[in-house]
T-cell receptor
């Protein structure tokens, strides 16, 4: 079974621009979660989508948004980029919710904002 | 809100030595994930522990969950250079919203 894939793997953007990241979950998984990882804050939960609906949300500003398609693929968008948005963005897929299901992570997208 | 504290923050061991990493929660643990990360890469799933007293092993890595102590431990037997990386514990309760510890950086010297 193919693992979680994320595209692109690396991205350089300028402050003020917007960016869209993509995540394809493991086949059959319906939950996709997004995380931001920075040296200062560590791994922080952004949001989770399940069956095309946002099910959980972290404490990030409205510039961070996401969506999920009927095939479970998910995208996250960051508008009006700030230097502090430079981070590794990770997505995780799961077959369901909570500890009945294991969560598997993708390789991440490294976003650099200049 | 729940916080996870990992100890030690970093660890250097000689190849072949055993080691233990601890993850302590500020609230009751209903389950716990262990992941390994190479710098700048994604998280590799190691184990998921679902109930107190549970112990799981995979190759030379064993993890235990002590619900009463609100703690989990990860033990590596006969460490190898391939074990080097950052070990992260994560907890989430009934949802997929995981809170992660700050990580333990492991270096294994040949």
């Amino acid at each position: 079974k193919a693992g979680v894939t994320q595209t692109p793997r690396y991205l350089i953007k300028t402050r003020g621009q917007q960016v869209t990241l993509s995540c394809s979950p493991i086949s059959g998984h319906r939950s996709v979660s997004w995380y931001q990882q920075t040296p200062g804050q560590g791994l922080q939960f952004l949001f989770e989508y399940f069956s095309e609906t946002q099910r959980n949300k972290g404490n990030f500003p409205g510039r961070f948004s996401g969506r999920q398609f009927s095939n479970s693929r998910s995208e996250m968008n960051v508008s009006t980029l700030e230097l502090g948005d430079s981070a590794l963005y990770l997505c995780a897929s799961s077959g369901g919710g909570g500890f009945t299901y294991e969560q598997y992570f993708g390789p991440g997208t490294r976003l650099t904002v200049t | 809100s729940q916080e996870l504290e990992q100890s030690p923050q970093s660890l250097i061991v000689q190849e072949g030595k055993n080691l233990t990493i601890n993850c302590t929660s500020s609230k009751t643990l209903y389950g716990l994930y262990w992941y390994k990360q190479k710098y700048g890469e994604g998280l590799i799933f190691l184990m998921m522990l679902q109930k107190g007293g549970e112990e799981k092993s995979h190759e030379k890595i064993t993890a235990k969950l002590d619900e009463k102590k609100q703690q989990s431990s990860l033990h590596i037997t006969a460490s190898q250079p391939s074990h080097a990386g950052i070990y992260l514990c994560g907890a989430g309760g009934a949802t997929n919203k995981l809170i992660f510890g700050t990580g333990t950086l492991l270096a294994v010297q040949p």
